[in-house]
């Protein structure tokens, strides 16, 4: 492969600022292999989902886990915290903005009180080991951290749930599983009274969402490794199941690592490419995605080169993308382009 194969023209103004509301009126293109695809709406999944079909969801929430701290230098400091290291949530793994200069036991503060005490450079060598100076972590990041959007979106959101998904669960991630945005309590309401049953599994959302992948050779880009939970009863659902229905590449990689790994918890430094042996997943629904990123290569193997014409047609019909934009449903078993 090369880069180009990932790459593509995104305009700028294409990149959605705001959530649209309600959560399921944002435009869902439907793929259909070679013919052309269908423009609906994220409520319309009550129309395309049927009686056997399983929907899969990441139910991972969002710390509020960007801290906008001050050097003892007096200049600003952006900590992102990815991941705990400790059981007691005092050491995490964090990205750090400026990182050039700072210093291996510095403090940084919030309101003139030090907050966090910086550490060691990890191994990758662009994140930091970092210690949260307070008895009660959590409770720190909760009241000094703000909602970790992506930098792209330079608009801040009046509700922070709404960077969350109507089914979260457990504050443990550093951004939101995107896809998941979209739904509403109605209309998950809506399809299990169409027989759809619902399962849940976690992926903790880390590095790789910020990491371009850079190497000319994309499959020399090195993933980072995420925390994923599958329950046995998920797996037991996906086997019996008509088709399997992924909302999300953070729900896609959980179960496609349970079962490739055959581990129900862990880390997964599964790295999903093209020619990868797809094992659960059928029909993957999914945002528009940055240019040259291992999302976009998910997607590249779920569906071969035809997701250059459906974000194509998304681009001309002026679909909004990344987290706050719209939707696609894709179906790994369409015939290809002819």
């Known amino acids: 492969m ?6 593509y023209e995104l305009p700028e ?37 049927q009686d056997g079909d399983l929907l899969v969801v990441n139910d991972t929430r969002v710390l509020p886990a960007r801290l906008n701290l001050t050097r003892t230098t007096g200049g600003a400091a952006e900590v992102l915290l990815l ?19 700072l210093k291996e036991g510095e403090h940084l503060t919030w309101y003139g009180k030090p907050v966090v005490r910086v550490g060691e450079r990890q191994s990758a060598g662009d994140t930091f080991r970092i210690d949260i100076l307070d008895a009660d972590p959590l409770a720190r990041i909760a009241s000094s951290g ?30 939101a599983p995107t896809a998941g945005l979209h739904f509403t309590t109605d209309l998950l309401a809506s399809l299990e009274t169409r ?14 969402t910020f990491k371009p992948v850079t190497a000319e050779n994309p499959l020399d880009h090195r993933i980072h490794s995420e925390i994923y939970r599958v329950g046995q009863d998920v797996l037991d659902a ?3 199941a008509r088709r399997v229905v992924a909302v999300g590449t953070t ?8 079962v490739t790994s055959g581990r129900l918890d862990g880390r997964t430094e599964l790295f999903i490419t093209r020619g990868y042996d797809w094992k659960i997943v059928d029909v ?3 945002n528009f995605h940055m240019p040259c990123t291992s999302l976009l290569l998910l997607v590249d193997a779920f569906v071969g080169p035809r997701w250059r014409r459906l974000y194509d047609v998304a681009i001309s019909e002026k679909y909004r993308f990344l987290s706050f934009g719209d939707a696609m449903l894709l179906d790994r078993h369409l015939k290809a382009d002819s």
């Open 2 to 7: 090369q880069l180009s194969d990932i790459n």
């Open 13 to 49: 103004s294409l990149i959605a600022q705001r959530p649209i509301e309600p959560r399921d009126a944002a435009r869902l293109l439907i793929d259909r292999g070679p013919a052309e695809p269908e423009h609906r709406s994220v409520r319309d999944l009550t129309e395309y989902l």
């Open 83 to 101: 991941e705990p290291l400790t059981s007691d949530h005092v050491s995490w793994e964090a990205l750090i903005r400026p990182a050039r200069k």
């Open 146 to 175: 703000t909602m970790p959007l992506p930098p792209y979106i330079r608009a801040s959101i009046e509700d922070p749930e709404r960077y969350q998904t109507v089914y979260s669960r457990e504050a443990r991630s550093a951004a």
């Open 195 to 208: 027989g759809v049953r619902v399962a849940h599994v976690e992926l903790v959302v880390g590095l790789d």
């Open 238 to 240: 996906c086997a019996s």
């Open 251 to 258: 729900a896609t990689r959980a179960l496609e690592s349970a």
């Open 284 to 286: 993957l629904m999914t």
